[in-house]
Nanobody
Framework: EVQLVESGGGLVQAGESLRLSCTAS????????VGWFRQAPGKERIGVSCISRNGGTYYPDSVKGRFTTSRDKARNTVYLDIRRLKPEDTAAYYC????????????????WGQGTQVTVSS
């Protein structure tokens, strides 16, 4: 079965760090660009990072410097490291895999998984 599974979320205090994992089964994640997205209650899903097939990374200004995405080829996993967590980072976090970070219309992506919840207390 082809699927992506997110994990690593939890309840943390502001200022702490978390590592989220996106693990693939049924396909090789290294062959795809992988984006991380988050959706807070009542808000739209937005992108927070992307790692391309050649290892290039992209972040919106809102998270640049605190979010880092990386690959672990041996584990068929992409990570999202979040530092200095803020209450406004509270959201469900999802990953997605497609051909290209920039060219892909992620709004049309239909393979969303269950996500992993991150809750940051102040």
């Amino acid at each position: 079965e082809v699927q992506l599974v997110e994990s690593g979320g939890g309840l943390v205090q502001a200022g702490e760090s978390l590592r989220l994992s996106c693990t693939a089964s049924g396909f090789t994640l290294d062959d795809y660009a992988v984006g991380w997205f988050r959706q807070a209650p009542g808000k739209e899903r937005i992108g927070v990072s992307c790692i391309s097939r050649n290892g290039g990374t992209y972040y919106p200004d809102s998270v640049k410097g605190r979010f880092t995405t990386s690959r672990d080829k041996a584990r068929n996993t992409v990570y999202l490291d979040i530092r200095r967590l803020k209450p406004e980072d509270t959201a469900a976090y999802y990953c997605a895999a497609d051909q290209d970070c920039i060219a892909t219309d992620w709004n049309k992506y239909d393979g969303w998984g269950q996500g992993t919840q991150v809750t940051v207390s102040s």
